[in-house]
């Protein structure tokens, strides 16, 4: 299999690179949307974490990667493993590579939730299933390239599964269900279509990302690019060190995440910001707390601070504005301006 582009060779994009880390280590916090140009290195930032991730430990036997510590529950394959009275056999685990599954635009609703074998199940008596993309991406990652061109049936069925973690498939009468706990992922023009609402709702950080305006960037993400497609081996071996050394980071951070206070003046700095935005319900200050608190467990704090939340407001809100007539600025522009007159610049 071909090295993939090394997240630590993307060229700026800092914004999108620190969304997808603090994705990494809170999952928690909702799924990542990166809007943008064509070309400006969305879908190599995602492909790059697959390999980027330290590995996850998984039952031993179970088509869904369960977490051997939470005894399998919800998991029918786990629960055959028990019942087959081999000692042991739930609790054994691997490590295995934290799933990054694609989710093709033109993809079926079988390929994507997994299908029953009606036949088989009428003939034999015999429950089989066999799993789709949710299944694959429990756990890990579910990206979706140009997401705002997504059909209406399968943005419906993603919406139900990300907010109960879970994907049931019913034919006939017969039913299976399975965990399916994924960041979701998505990548797209603004040009080509808006996305629904219900659907934008479910991502917890909105990036931006822009062609590069400076010369020294362009030319060295041209140098990089051309120098990954003239050698991927060698060009991945020359960026290890330092992919390795983010990956320590997002360990690390894991490790420390509960650990990190949130005071309650923080707590207040984030429902004024969210207030002063006229942002709708609570999942913005929610997401604005997450997100700032696993910014400061990247960066080895003890505690969330308005550096924190300053740096994370931006993707953590500009995505649940409301039109105002009164005020044709961007989103971003008026996430600045609220950030610059709560904290002062």
């Not at 980027?52 to 998984?58: E, G, N, S, Y």
């Not at 977490?67 to 685990?93: I, Q, Y």
């Not at 694609?102 to 066999?130: S, Y």
Request: proline share 5%; glycine share 10%.
């Amino acid at each position: 299999m071909p090295a993939a582009f090394p997240f630590s060779a993307i060229v700026g994009q800092d914004e999108m690179k620190l969304a997808i880390l603090i994705a990494a280590t809170d999952p928690r916090i909702g799924g990542v949307l990166v809007f943008g140009d064509r070309g400006t290195g969305k879908s190599t930032a995602v492909r790059a974490l697959a390999a980027l991730l330290p590995k996850m430990r998984a039952v031993v036997g179970c088509r869904y990667g369960c977490d051997p510590a939470s005894d399998g529950t919800g998991c029918e394959d786990c629960a055959s493993l028990k019942g087959k009275g081999l000692r042991g056999s739930a609790t054994r685990s691997h490590l295995v590579p934290v799933p990054v599954v694609d989710l093709p635009l033109g993809a079926t609703e079988d390929r994507v939730v997994g299908a029953l074998d009606l036949e088989r199940a009428l003939a034999q008596g015999v429950k089989a299933f066999e799993p789709g993309l949710l299944a694959r991406a429990n756990r890990g990652f579910l990206y979706i390239d140009e997401v705002n061109l997504l059909e209406d049936h399968l943005v419906d069925l993603l919406i139900d599964v990300a907010a109960s973690g879970e994907n049931v498939v019913e034919r006939e009468g017969l039913s299976v269900r399975h965990p399916a706990r994924f960041v979701l992922v998505g990548s797209g023009n603004p040009e080509e279509g808006e996305l629904r609402p219900q659907l934008l709702d479910r991502f917890g950080l909105s990036v931006e990302v822009k062609t590069p305006t400076d010369l020294p960037s362009r030319v060295e993400v041209v140098r990089r690019r051309d120098a990954f497609e003239r050698g991927a081996d060698g060009f991945a071996d020359k960026w290890a060190k330092e992919d390795a050394r983010v990956r320590r980071q997002i360990v690390a951070a894991r490790a420390r995440l509960d650990d990190v206070a949130v005071p309650d003046a923080a707590l207040e700095r984030a429902a004024q910001l969210c207030m002063a935005l006229g942002t709708d319900g609570l999942r913005g200050e929610l997401t604005l707390v997450r997100a700032a608190r696993a910014f400061a467990a990247l960066q080895g704090d003890a505690e969330v601070a308005d550096t924190h939340l300053k740096r994370v407001a931006p993707p953590a809100l500009r995505h649940r504005l409301r039109r105002n007539p009164l005020d044709d600025a961007g989103s971003t522009v008026r996430v600045d301006r609220a950030v610059a007159e709560l904290f002062g610049r």
